[in-house]
């Protein structure tokens, strides 16, 4: 039997559809919002395995903020009301016969990321549901990435729309841009055009950085800030080595049902 596996960015479809609740203290809308969207998603994604992935609430800026302590800095707390509701949330997802993983160390993105190449790996279909375009360093002929709020793909031809490097490259296309929504600040003087530019002449930050072909207008930018970009590279890279604690068969999709045990 093939597999596909979907994978919910659950903090990410939560938020979006909370944002636009009239009453934001009205959990109950949001359940049955995020709950709706999911049924909708099963519909057409028609997933052999599924799981929705979050953030624990408490999660700290974890080995990112380590590296670079600017990273995610100052970030508005969820709002208390969808903070108390997320058990609730889960609850009503597993009634839906969707498990969820809840992170500890790790951010939430890793743990999607590790799962999704797992399975990928086999040459196995996966699609990751998020409006978050990390994940797009993980395309491959397997792996796809549904924006399901735009009704879009996140492929090769949209990151070359929207950034002008390929899939593989987005790395250090942030580690030169950074990243502004989580204070990953990137190399100075070196925005999108520029970071295109050395992109497309280079494979990577590191071979832009040894050669003497590099244009003299970015070389003292880079010789300044080197250390900098490699930071900002190594932050904005997904880990995919997490130990998970479960295999596929804990997580396969059998409709809605109450008889299931949660993978936490």
């Known amino acids: ?12 479809l939560i938020r979006r559809n909370h944002s636009v609740q009239p009453d934001p203290n009205d959990i109950a809308r949001t359940i049955d919002t995020t709950s709706k969207t999911l049924t909708r998603i099963i519909n057409e994604a ?3 395995h599924m799981i929705a992935v979050f953030d624990h609430h408490l999660q ?5 903020g380590d590296i670079l302590p600017s990273y995610k ?3 508005k707390p969820m709002p208390e009301p969808l903070k108390n509701g997320l058990e609730a949330i889960q609850d009503a997802w597993w009634q839906l016969g969707i498990d969820s993983l809840l992170s500890s160390g790790d951010e939430a993105d890793d743990l999607v990321a590790t799962l999704a190449l797992k ?6 279909k996966v699609t990751i549901i998020s409006t978050d375009k990390g994940y797009c360093q993980l395309l491959s002929p397997t792996l796809q990435i549904r924006d399901y709020f735009q009704q879009r793909w996140l ?3 949209f990151i070359e729309h929207e950034f002008g490097v390929k899939p593989e490259q987005l790395t250090d296309y942030w580690g030169l841009v950074g990243v502004s929504s989580s204070q990953v600040p990137g190399v100075p003087g070196i925005g999108p055009k520029a970071a295109k530019e050395i992109l497309t002449q280079f494979t990577d930050i590191e071979a832009a950085f040894a050669s003497d072909e590099l244009a003299s207008k970015y070389r003292k930018k880079l010789d300044e800030h080197i250390d900098m970009a490699r930071r900002c590279k190594q932050v904005a890279t997904l880990k995919t080595d997490i130990e998970l604690g479960f295999n596929l068969q804990d997580i396969r999709y059998t ?6 045990e949660s993978v936490q």
């Open 1 to 12: 039997m093939s597999i596909h596996l979907v994978i919910i960015d659950a903090l990410n």
């Open 255 to 260: 409709g809605p049902n109450e008889s299931q």
């Open 73 to 75: 800095e100052g970030r």
């Open 155 to 157: 492929d090769a031809p």
């Open 60 to 64: 700290d800026r974890g080995w990112r």
């Open 46 to 48: 028609q997933p052999t």
């Open 119 to 124: 399975v990928a790996a086999h040459q196995e």
